[in-house]
């Protein structure tokens, strides 16, 4: 009887092993079909974006493992009991389940593309044991629970798994209905498209500093997505911790610091983030709204029935605009944002027997049912979009926002009806459309109580009086005065006779000694051109995506992350004549001052303004998780931006009223953040870490026994980041005429900072001790900050800092791993090539960046459609062809072979000088210095140098003296 019952159980754990086994070769099987699946189709923009923001996740997912001590060599229990206590962390637990969305959103983008990985999947899921019903998706949320309803592209998953909701146009045709346009256009400044967008990736911005929108050029159906620059989510965080004094934690910080100098940095890492940070999310950027339109021509066009379609943006300009023909009519549509006003406007006009007839409607994503807008309309001519930018809960500080759209003709009749706006028959078409919020910049967390809706129609009245071709023309002029100042040539004088979406395409199968000097005119004129639309004086600064986003959750929430993505966006600034463009990163140091210095004061017993890592626009300034570690830095390196301005543009009255006490704020905190060193007697700035990185206290350590720690007391950003400030406060002061006890203490301390040493592997050491890093190719290069964009070395005082910079930079960029593969990190090291005076390896990168998909089709930024590295990408090409951090005006100090041929106009060096070029097989031909400011000057070129004493508004060609 036993062997009878033992004869089945045997039975089943054979089938059950063959089973096992057939389920993980199954398993196998799949893993490799991914793998050839994503090589074959890496070119699909979708599934690279995708892929890129998987990777991203999956690598910071990573990064708080390594914090959290998870590394190689660990047994299983260490391994254990750290997983243990990731998955009890909600911050870690939210950014794995962001991970696996995203990945799950790549691996079904992969399966309709590639039928074989589809069958390869379906192999697992059939073997695969069944555990419990399946789910259905859930129906957008009222306040945390399901609800009935739902429009569509407005939910459709549970709160823990949102859908990204990105702006799409879905057209009734296709792109066989478009004739092959041939068109050819003279500048790079125009970029241009054969086809609609048919994803907000693929769409044009336009923007006027703080009203953004990105057109779509639809045919039948179109859609204009747009943006206001202080419309965000409240942060989770309550009023209560906001308003009241704040905790102190001076004997917190105190106790960090002495663990760190007694060598258990991983203990102070754990012990800083449980009693120092406070987890809360600091709220994201929103979108406005989308216009949406449904064109009727009568019938459907029919295969290359649309001639001669072809969408543009004019960067010179601002202006975007459609042209097509159908049935004998030429249609030509034109959208631009008007200077001076919250206030887009969209032409259209037909010229032939045809006329515009369609029907207008407001829409605005959500997740939950608290965040639907109102629609409806108003008067015979207008709809308005109304509602409050709340997160995941209902808020009572939510900014609440407006949006009013008014149609007027030439022909043809408008009607308003049930939140439709409907125009019919008309030979031309205006549609004024305004948006307004009620963001109260002085207290963000008390709402104003403006009348948004009369607002909005105020200023329609006010565009719709001063006329569409006024309108248009003061817009342009008011572009292009700042635009026009800048002009670059690389190679030859070519024409614009392929669409941008091609030479994007074409320029990511380049091999390493291919590339295409048009796309990077291009590139160069892209990024200034964000830079004027997204930041001006009166706008917010330029956050994560500048001003255009239409996601609810974009990547980082879109927010403004210090440790260098903001100061890269304004990097381009002062070399590339945009000097205005600076201000609103001033203007957003004011506006965090208050709360930052109550953080300074009441938290860490500091003069000064401290300013966290990263915020939103409601200025909350409590030190916050994620991310997962303490950061006071950021405020002082943006400080450092206002001396840069006045080199730049010697602006003493702005100096004097506002820019010092900026400087004098963030020079406070750092005297106060400072403590002697008794390791060496110096003084050091911390506890603080090294932005992103981690490093080890038991190299070479046994299993299981190697220590990971984050923070240091004098890592090598913070003291060159400190001693920057203080050069700076001491410049300004001299320069206004100031001697007082600061500068005293000031220039008392900075003999006595520690300063940067070189490691035994002859690199720049990163932290206080020449530890090992958890990542030697990591994206960020913190420790080499001094280089660039700070000037403490240099070619020219610093030979052996500069050999092991170089070395560094070898190591950094020298697996797929790291930098090589982020975008803002290529244009780092394009800078730090530039300033070695290494013009070849400057390129690779310059080129690196289009081969690792680093811009979408638009050229707009495409790694979580982060705009950084487009506003760096003009700095770096500038910093090829002119530097001034040395004292002296140098021309051509890293210009590569490629560019053996060109001109550059209207480029600015430090001192107030405007510096336009031209050469030729390497050679300068042409050499004029403009002098704004009456300064004397030292101009290089080859080795060679002339002196200069040029009036205000005296020019010279140098050329001559430097052959």
């Known amino acids: 009887m036993k062997k009878l019952i033992l004869i089945p159980i045997l039975l089943i754990s054979v089938l059950l092993q063959v089973q096992a086994q057939t389920i993980t070769d199954a398993r196998k099987n799949a893993n490799k079909a991914y793998s050839a699946a994503l090589t074959k189709h890496k070119t699909n923009d979708e599934v690279a974006m995708v892929h890129l923001e998987a990777t991203r996740l999956k690598r910071n997912l990573r ?31 939210k950014l794995q389940k962001q991970y696996d969305t995203e990945y799950a959103k790549l691996k079904g983008l992969l399966a309709d593309l590639d039928p074989e990985y589809k069958a390869a999947l379906e192999a697992v899921d059939k073997l695969a044991p069944k555990k419990g019903k399946p789910k259905k998706d859930a129906k957008p949320k009222k306040d945390g629970k399901p609800t009935k309803g739902g429009k569509p592209n407005q939910g459709g998953k549970s709160a823990k798994k949102l859908p990204k909701l990105q702006t799409k146009l879905t057209q009734s045709i296709g792109r066989a209905v478009f004739k092959r346009c041939e068109t050819v256009f003279d500048r790079a400044t125009v970029i241009w498209f054969r086809y609609p967008a048919g ?50 934690k001076q004997k917190e910080i105190s106790k960090i610091r002495e663990m760190i100098f007694a060598g258990q940095e991983p203990e102070a890492h754990a012990y800083s983030r449980e009693h120092l940070l406070h987890k809360y999310d600091v ?68 010229t032939g027997e045809g006329t515009i007839s369609t029907d207008m409607q407001f829409n605005r994503p959500m997740h939950f049912e608290h965040q639907k807008p109102v629609t409806q309309s108003h008067g015979t001519n207008m709809i308005t979009l109304s509602g409050k930018a709340h997160g995941d809960k209902p808020s009572d500080i939510a900014t609440s926002y407006q949006s009013v759209a008014l149609a007027t003709t030439k022909g043809g009749e408008v009607v308003s009806k049930d939140g439709v706006l409907s125009v019919r028959n008309a030979k031309e078409m205006i549609v004024y459309i305004a948006g307004a919020t009620n963001f109260n910049a002085a207290n963000p967390f008390k709402p104003s109580t403006t009348d948004l809706q009369a607002t909005c129609i105020q200023l329609l009245g006010k565009l719709k009086a001063k006329g569409v071709e006024k309108a248009k023309a003061d817009s342009v002029e008011a572009h292009q005065e700042i635009f026009g100042r800048v002009d670059i040539q690389l190679g030859p004088n070519l024409k614009n006779d392929m669409p941008t979406d091609e030479r994007v395409k074409r320029s990511r199968e380049m091999a390493e000694d291919e590339y295409d000097p048009y796309l990077t005119m291009q590139l160069f004129h892209m990024g200034r051109y964000l830079l004027i639309t997204s930041s001006r004086p009166g706008s ?22 210090h440790d260098i993505n903001v100061q890269m966006s304004y990097w381009s600034a002062e070399v590339t004549n945009m000097t205005e463009m600076h201000k609103p990163l001033f203007d957003l140091l004011k506006l965090a001052r208050p709360r930052g210095q109550r953080v300074a004061s009441e938290m860490f017993g500091c003069r000064g303004v401290f300013l966290p890592l990263l915020h939103g626009i409601y200025m909350t300034a409590y030190p916050p998780t994620p991310p997962a570690s303490m950061w006071a830095m950021g405020g002082a390196w943006n400080a450092t931006h206002v001396m840069e301005h006045y080199r730049f543009a010697g602006d003493k009255d702005y100096l004097k009223t506002e820019g010092y006490g900026i400087i004098k704020d963030h020079t406070l905190f750092c005297l106060d953040w400072l403590v002697k060193d008794p390791r060496s007697g110096k003084l050091v700035g911390g ?72 490691g035994k592997d002859g690199t720049i050491q990163e932290w206080s001790k020449d530890y090992e890093s958890s990542e030697p190719d990591h994206r960020h290069i913190s420790h080499m900050w001094g280089f660039y964009p700070g ?79 487009n506003y760096g990408y003009p700095s770096g090409v500038a910093e090829m062809l002119l530097q001034s951090h040395t004292g002296e005006i140098k021309l051509l100090p890293a210009l590569p072979k490629a560019w053996s041929e060109g001109s550059v106009t209207g480029l600015v060096a430090r001192g107030g000088f405007e510096v336009s070029m ?18 004397p000057c030292t101009v290089t070129f080859a080795g060679k140098k002339v002196s200069l004493k040029l009036a205000a508004g005296e020019k010279k060609n140098v050329a001559g003296d430097l052959r």
């Open 63 to 93: 990064e708080e493992q390594i914090s959290a001590g998870l590394v190689t060599g660990l047994d299983k229990d260490a391994r254990a009991a750290i997983f243990k206590k990731l998955k009890a962390d909600e911050a870690y637990v």
């Open 199 to 248: 994803t907000w990736l693929e769409a044009l911005p336009i923007g006027n500093g703080s009203f953004g929108a990105m057109v779509f050029g639809g045919v039948t159906e179109d859609v204009v997505q747009f943006n206001h620059d202080t419309l965000w989510t409240p942060p989770n965080i309550s009023k209560e911790i906001v308003e009241n004094p704040y905790p102190s």
């Open 283 to 350: 709220g994201a950027y929103q979108p406005l709204g989308e216009l949406l339109f449904k064109y009727d021509f009568g019938k459907k066009p029919k295969k290359e029935s649309i001639e001669n379609y072809h969408r543009k943006l004019d960067m010179e300009t601002g202006l975007t605009t459609v042209r097509f023909e159908l049935e004998g009519t030429t249609y030509e549509r034109e959208v631009f944002i008007a200077d001076d006003e919250d206030v887009m406007i969209l032409r259209m006009r037909a």
């Open 540 to 561: 917010m600064a330029a956050n994560l995506r500048g001003i255009w986003n239409s996601e609810l959750k974009p990547s980082w929430n879109s927010d403004y992350h």
């Open 687 to 758: 506890p603080d870490y090294s932005p992103e990185t981690a490093f080890s206290v038991t190299p070479g350590g046994g299993k299981g026994t190697r220590g990971w720690g984050v923070l240091d007391m004098g890592c090598a950003m913070d003291q060159q980041i400190i001693w920057q400030i203080f050069t700076d406060f001491l410049e300004a002061s001299k320069v206004l005429g100031i001697e007082d006890e600061l500068t005293k203490e000031v220039a008392d301390k900075l003999p006595r900072l520690a300063q940067t040493k070189i």
């Open 791 to 869: 000037n403490q070395y240099h070619v020219d005082n610093a030979p052996d800092m500069l050999e092991a910079g170089r070395k560094t930079l070898e190591i950094r960029t020298d697996s797929d791993r790291g930098g090589r593969r982020v975008t803002w990190s290529n244009l780092y090291y394009v800078n730090f090539f530039a300033r070695f005076g290494m013009g070849e390896r400057a390129l690779l990168w310059v080129n690196n960046l289009n081969r690792i998909r680093g811009f979408n089709v638009n050229l707009m930024g495409s790694q979580g459609q982060v705009q950084d590295c």
């Open 918 to 935: 031209k050469w030729k097989e390497g050679k300068l031909t042409d050499a004029m210095i403009l002098s704004k400011r009456g300064n």
